[in-house]
């Protein structure tokens, strides 16, 4: 069975849907600038499991030795508000692919419209924090689109 509340994987990579709630606003019903960072976490974090590459499973050495993925740099273009009660889009997808990093796109919509772009770069770490080399079996999970398609 699908996890239904993990989104669906799409021709650009990953959607979610979230709602505004009141705890996510400030005096004015406004999204306060620092809640886009959880719903951009949950993107990337349900991104990961229908690519079948859960947190635990990470940390439990599914892949080879016990791993993480950490946030090292993220970069993101405040476009336009959200408000109480809005139901919003977040989009995710594998934009680079290193030994030791990926890259992902995303972006927060309402509708059509895009609120937030975000350039997260994000390195695979050790339990104890050091950095290592992705393994082929997640590697070869998180492809950039098209890129299995290449010559």
Request: hydrophobic share 45%; net charge negative.
């Given at each position: 069975?699908?996890?239904?509340?993990?989104?669906?994987?799409?021709?650009?990579?990953?959607?979610?849907?979230?709602?505004?709630?009141?705890?996510?606003?400030?005096?004015?019903?406004?999204?306060?600038?620092?809640?886009?960072?959880?719903?951009?976490?949950?993107?990337?974090?349900?991104?990961?499991?229908?690519?079948?590459?859960?947190?635990?499973?990470?940390?439990?050495?599914?892949?080879?030795?016990?791993?993480?993925?950490?946030v090292r740099r993220m970069e993101i273009?405040?476009?336009?508000?959200?408000?109480?009660?809005?139901?919003?889009?977040?989009?995710?997808?594998?934009?680079?692919?290193?030994?030791?990093?990926?890259?992902?796109?995303?972006?927060?919509?309402?509708?059509?419209?895009?609120?937030?772009?975000?350039?997260?770069?994000v390195a695979v770490i050790s339990p104890?924090?050091k950095p290592r080399r992705m393994p082929?079996?997640?590697?070869?999970?998180?492809?950039?689109?098209?890129?299995?398609?290449?010559?």
């Open positions: 069975m699908t996890d239904q509340l993990a989104g669906r994987l799409t021709e650009f990579g990953h959607r979610l849907d979230v709602r505004v709630y009141f705890e996510d606003t400030d005096f004015s019903g406004v999204v306060y600038h620092a809640r886009y960072l959880h719903f951009l976490e949950r993107g990337r974090t349900d991104y990961l499991r229908l690519h079948g590459i859960g947190h635990r499973e990470l940390m439990d050495g599914a892949f080879g030795e016990p791993m993480a993925f950490a273009e405040f476009l336009a508000p959200a408000r109480i009660d809005d139901v919003l889009t977040v989009e995710t997808r594998t934009a680079l692919l290193g030994g030791a990093r990926v890259v992902l796109d995303q972006r927060i919509l309402k509708g059509s419209k895009v609120l937030i772009e975000a350039k997260v770069k104890e924090g082929p079996a997640v590697a070869e999970r998180l492809q950039p689109a098209g890129a299995a398609d290449a010559p």
